[in-house]
């Protein structure tokens, strides 16, 4: 093909994919996603002194008290039941067992000092069934959860998710070579850890412990968010090959988030709504353990949205931004 064939059908391919999308200015409003983005950062943080964090026994170690029960018992009551006794916060969990016959149970969990011993694994079921003659409360088992196996896991975790990060960074500058993919690969990253500070923050304003379940969104949210900031970059990769040399980096994005918003934002409205339709199935059936999953999930997911979108891409676009500038100056 000719230069001058090979032009004209660069400039009809220009025109084609500016007529088909709306280009919306992100870059101009970079400051104002960097301020939402830090003012959700000082708000997790405050909530840690409001609220409180609240470990899990599978982290800092306790007990596990299990019994059976019949009828309803609502579990706010239980823990406060417990907590009069024992001196310490009890987290109650309701469920079932099928060990021979169906029966309803509910778990206390604490942690204290003193050991909880037979003696007083008796006083204690003795209150609860003071409290509540008519639920036929009685001791299954009790079992105590060492702290160092919970520290181990939670080590492991952390490993995983560090080197899912580091990873990813390796990948994403391979990929993206093109477009710096080292800077492209540290920034999503950071979107990420972004992600992952806001779910933090839901467990911690939510009174949700750190248990298994956090462990869990983090790991799931790792893959999830990245997912749509990669689509992203591969769309600025595209288009640099499409529209002029001269095109600057900021109206490049532009037009590149202007041309992924709606798939991103249709794929995050798809998951977001399964998610919710579980929440809502969760809090009218009364199952907190899918809660503790499904509202963090939900919070994870549309923080990635907003990341991939808002986020990752305008970090990155001010840093070569102003790297090409410095280097323009020398």
Same mark, same amino acid.
């Given at each position: 093909?000719?230069?001058?064939?090979?032009?004209?059908?660069?400039?009809?391919?220009?025109?084609?994919?500016?007529?088909?999308?709306?280009?919306?200015?992100?870059?101009?409003?970079?400051?104002?996603?960097?301020?939402?983005?830090?003012?959700?950062?000082?708000?997790?943080?405050?909530?840690?002194?409001?609220?409180?964090?609240?470990?899990?026994?599978?982290?800092?170690?306790?007990?596990?008290?299990?019994?059976?029960?019949?009828?309803?018992? &609502?579990?706010?009551?239980?823990?406060?039941?417990?907590?009069?006794?024992?001196?310490?916060?009890?987290?109650?969990?309701?469920?079932?067992?099928?060990?021979?016959?169906?029966?309803?149970?509910?778990?206390?969990?604490?942690?204290?000092?003193?050991?909880?011993?037979?003696?007083?694994?008796?006083?204690?079921?003795?209150?609860?069934?003071?409290?509540?003659?008519?639920?036929?409360?009685?001791?299954?088992?009790?079992?105590?959860?060492?702290?160092?196996?919970?520290?181990?896991?939670?080590?492991?975790?952390?490993?995983?998710?560090?080197?899912?990060?580091?990873?990813?960074?390796?990948?994403?500058?391979?990929?993206?070579?093109?477009?710096?993919?080292?800077?492209?690969?540290?920034?999503?990253?950071?979107?990420?850890?972004?992600?992952?500070?806001?779910?933090?923050?839901?467990?911690?304003?939510?009174?949700?412990?750190?248990?298994?379940?956090?462990?869990?969104?983090?790991?799931?949210?790792?893959?999830?968010?990245?997912?749509?900031?990669?689509?992203?970059?591969?769309?600025?990769?595209?288009?640099?090959?499409?529209?002029?040399?001269?095109?600057?980096?900021?109206?490049?994005?532009?037009?590149?988030?202007?041309?992924?918003?709606?798939?991103?934002?249709?794929?995050?409205?798809?998951?977001?709504?399964?998610?919710?339709?579980?929440?809502?199935?969760?809090?009218?059936? &009364?199952v907190p353990s899918i809660q503790h999953f499904s509202i963090p999930m939900t919070v994870g997911m549309i923080s990635g949205c907003y990341s991939s979108l808002c986020l990752a891409p305008m970090l990155w676009t001010?840093?070569?931004?102003?790297?090409?500038?410095?280097?323009?100056?020398?």
């Amino acid at each position: 093909m000719s230069k001058s064939k090979k032009k004209n059908t660069n400039q009809t391919n220009v025109e084609s994919l500016l007529k088909q999308v709306k280009v919306r200015d992100f870059y101009g409003n970079r400051r104002k996603f960097f301020v939402l983005s830090a003012v959700l950062m000082v708000l997790v943080l405050a909530s840690c002194f409001i609220f409180g964090v609240k470990i899990s026994i599978e982290f800092k170690g306790g007990t596990l008290a299990t019994y059976s029960y019949s009828g309803s018992v &609502n579990e706010n009551d239980l823990a406060s039941a417990a907590k009069d006794y024992l001196g310490t916060s009890v987290n109650v969990q309701t469920g079932e067992t099928f060990t021979g016959e169906r029966q309803t149970t509910f778990t206390l969990s604490f942690s204290m000092e003193k050991a909880f011993d037979a003696s007083m694994q008796d006083e204690l079921l003795g209150k609860l069934k003071e409290k509540f003659p008519d639920a036929n409360i009685e001791s299954l088992e009790t079992n105590d959860v060492a702290a160092t196996s919970g520290r181990t896991f939670l080590a492991k975790c952390l490993v995983a998710a560090t080197f899912a990060a580091i990873v990813l960074i390796f990948y994403i500058a391979w990929r993206f070579k093109r477009i710096s993919g080292w800077s492209a690969g540290a920034f999503a990253v950071v979107a990420l850890v972004h992600d992952l500070i806001v779910v933090f923050g839901t467990f911690v304003i939510c009174g949700f412990e750190i248990d298994s379940n956090f462990m869990a969104v983090i790991l799931t949210i790792l893959g999830y968010s990245v997912n749509d900031t990669i689509v992203i970059y591969d769309r600025i990769r595209e288009n640099q090959n499409l529209l002029p040399a001269d095109t600057k980096l900021p109206h490049l994005v532009n037009i590149s988030l202007s041309q992924t918003m709606k798939r991103t934002i249709r794929t995050s409205v798809t998951t977001i709504a399964a998610m919710l339709i579980v929440t809502v199935f969760a809090v009218i059936r &009364n199952v907190p353990s899918i809660q503790h999953f499904s509202i963090p999930m939900t919070v994870g997911m549309i923080s990635g949205c907003y990341s991939s979108l808002c986020l990752a891409p305008m970090l990155w676009t001010a840093w070569k931004t102003r790297a090409k500038k410095e280097k323009a100056e020398d």
